[in-house]
């Protein structure tokens, strides 16, 4: 099984990733040596290299229901990790990371990272899993991802790797001068990874390409109220 699992691995980032314009090869690195499996349930391990997102449930403690969660497409999470524009000094945040596969990705790549999550159950499995893969430069924190971390702030660059209708303000506070946030907005009928960057006390944003994931509850739009 170990076997089979290191060379869906090396086929997820030769077939899906690298066509896919990642030209930074650190991203590619850090993708071919993070097993993915091991950020997933015992339930879902089979899947943990289909070119697609992955829906799946996270066991909870006791008699409390499991809480959904999802991971973006492969090709996907590296176009978003490329558009951050890394460099080793970094320290990132990695809003709503889910089970911390991202949060492992990105800590290949920079110095330190933050990532929060709002479910303790969550939590304590991403905490798990980053340290069964040896990963001792990233930390995950039960906060609300759509107010961010302020007090590990500011932050070189934000990553939210999932569908978003509104981007909190305070979350592009958290931001230094020329850091960048990277997310998926939903647009009409379909999705683009938009970048933001700080530039004093404005923001420069850009479309990067054309995207589809799962949409984070904490990240809607409020229902206008109608009569």
Same mark, same amino acid.
């Given at each position: 099984?170990?076997?089979?699992?290191?060379?869906?691995? %090396?086929?997820?980032?030769?077939?899906?990733?690298?066509?896919?314009?990642?030209?930074?090869?650190?991203?590619?690195?850090?993708?071919s040596?993070?097993?993915?499996?091991?950020?997933?349930?015992d339930?879902?391990?089979?899947?943990?290299?289909?070119?697609?997102?992955?829906?799946?449930?996270?066991?909870?403690?006791?008699?409390?229901?499991?809480?959904?969660?999802?991971?973006?497409?492969?090709?996907?999470?590296?176009?978003?990790?490329?558009?951050?524009? %890394?460099?080793?000094?970094?320290?990132? %945040?990695?809003?709503?990371?889910?089970?911390?596969?991202?949060?492992?990705?990105?800590?290949?790549?920079?110095?330190?990272?933050?990532?929060?999550?709002?479910?303790?159950?969550v939590?304590?499995?991403?905490?798990?899993?980053?340290?069964?893969?040896?990963?001792?430069?990233?930390?995950?924190?039960?906060?609300?991802?759509?107010?961010?971390?302020?007090?590990?702030?500011?932050?070189?660059?934000?990553?939210?790797?999932?569908?978003?209708?509104? %981007?909190?303000?305070?979350?592009?506070?958290?931001?230094?001068?020329?850091?960048?946030?990277?997310?998926?907005?939903r647009?009409?009928?379909?999705?683009?990874?938009?970048?933001?960057?700080?530039?004093?006390?404005?923001?420069?944003?850009?479309?990067?390409?054309?995207?589809g994931?799962?949409?984070?509850?904490?990240?809607?739009?409020?229902?206008?109220?109608?009569?």
């Open positions: 099984r170990m076997a089979d699992f290191a060379t869906q691995r %090396l086929n997820m980032v030769e077939s899906q990733v690298r066509p896919s314009d990642i030209t930074d090869r650190r991203i590619t690195r850090a993708m040596a993070i097993p993915r499996e091991s950020f997933l349930p339930d879902a391990r089979a899947i943990a290299y289909a070119d697609q997102d992955l829906t799946f449930s996270v066991p909870a403690a006791d008699d409390a229901p499991a809480v959904p969660q999802f991971m973006v497409a492969p090709r996907v999470l590296a176009r978003l990790i490329q558009y951050l524009e %890394l460099d080793a000094k970094n320290v990132v %945040l990695d809003s709503a990371c889910g089970t911390g596969y991202s949060t492992a990705v990105l800590a290949r790549i920079a110095e330190t990272v933050v990532g929060i999550e709002s479910s303790a159950a939590v304590a499995f991403a905490s798990g899993a980053l340290s069964g893969a040896g990963v001792d430069n990233a930390v995950i924190v039960e906060k609300d991802p759509a107010t961010g971390y302020a007090d590990e702030g500011p932050y070189d660059a934000i990553l939210i790797a999932g569908m978003i209708e509104k %981007l909190p303000q305070a979350l592009l506070e958290q931001l230094k001068d020329g850091g960048r946030l990277v997310a998926i907005e647009r009409e009928r379909y999705g683009a990874a938009v970048q933001w960057r700080r530039l004093g006390d404005t923001y420069d944003k850009r479309w990067l390409f054309d995207a994931a799962p949409m984070l509850a904490g990240f809607m739009k409020k229902p206008a109220f109608v009569f």
